[in-house]
């Protein structure tokens, strides 16, 4: 079946250091992928997608690269703020013969401190 | 404009008892979403509506769960003779329907219920 694998949290990193969040699944087909981020006290929003192979998602300075070949989406930042500091979601989508399926990951806490 | 609101933001409701859950998606979205988060954990998916229309109820836990849509708009989502376990933030999302694939869902802040 489909799933999604994503790195146990709390990570606690310091302002200004390099994140990666890892994000592994697997999915017969093409799927596409999404991270999307929980702010504290906020609902969730999309962070950034990837919809085929080679693809790189990015947005406010966070990126990931769909990659079939190790299939995975690690979600990574050069320069971490406290303002980054959320819950992180890696999220797999497709839909086959109207069959609708979004997977989500358990969700990477993030802790940035000053 | 506005987003996706829920109500109520908080329930705290005995054991037994029924709860309902209401979700209004943004206007003009045809798809509507809802999932559970249990403390620490992801996102489980429940149901999604297409229009009014429910393709796939296998999401839902148990038959105490029903959902229903009216109109294309509002949605509830209804859990009768709740458990402890039913204990969790209920999320609503909605989105626009495009052919070929994903379309960004949005999603509401969530009802926290608390079965006592």
């Known amino acids: 079946g489909n799933s999604v694998t994503q790195m146990e949290g709390p990570v606690t990193l310091s302002e200004e250091a390099f994140l990666t969040i890892n994000c592994t699944y697997t999915?017969?087909?093409?799927?596409?992928l999404f991270w999307y981020v929980q702010y504290p006290g906020e609902g969730l929003q999309l962070l950034l997608k990837?919809?085929?192979a080679d693809d790189k998602g990015s947005n406010k300075g966070f990126e990931a690269t769909y990659r079939k070949e190790t299939t995975s989406f690690h979600l990574e930042k050069g320069s971490v703020q406290v303002s980054d500091s959320a819950v992180y979601f890696c999220?797999?989508?497709?839909?086959?013969?109207?069959?609708?399926?979004?997977?989500w990951g358990a969700g990477t806490k993030l802790i940035i401190k000053p | 404009g506005a987003g996706v609101s829920q109500s109520p933001s908080n329930k705290v409701t005995e054991k037994g008892k029924d709860v309902e859950l209401r979700c209004d998606p943004i206007?003009?979205?045809?798809?509507l979403y809802w999932y559970r988060q249990s403390l620490g954990q992801g996102l489980e998916f429940l149901i999604y509506f297409q229009g009014n229309s429910a393709p796939d109820k296998s999401g839902l836990p148990s038959d105490r769960f029903s959902a229903e849509r009216t109109g294309g708009s509002v949605s509830t989502l209804t859990i009768q003779r709740t458990q402890q376990e039913d204990s969790a933030v209920y999320l609503c999302?909605?989105?626009?329907?495009?052919?070929?694939?994903?379309?960004?869902?949005?999603f509401g802040p969530g009802t926290r219920l608390t079965v006592l």
């Open positions: 999302a909605s989105s626009l329907i495009l052919a070929g694939g994903y379309n960004e869902q949005f």
């Open positions: 990837a919809t085929k």
């Open positions: 206007s003009g979205h045809t798809a």
């Open positions: 999220a797999l989508f497709f839909l086959m013969d109207s069959n609708y399926q979004l997977i």
């Open positions: 999915a017969t087909g093409y799927p596409s």
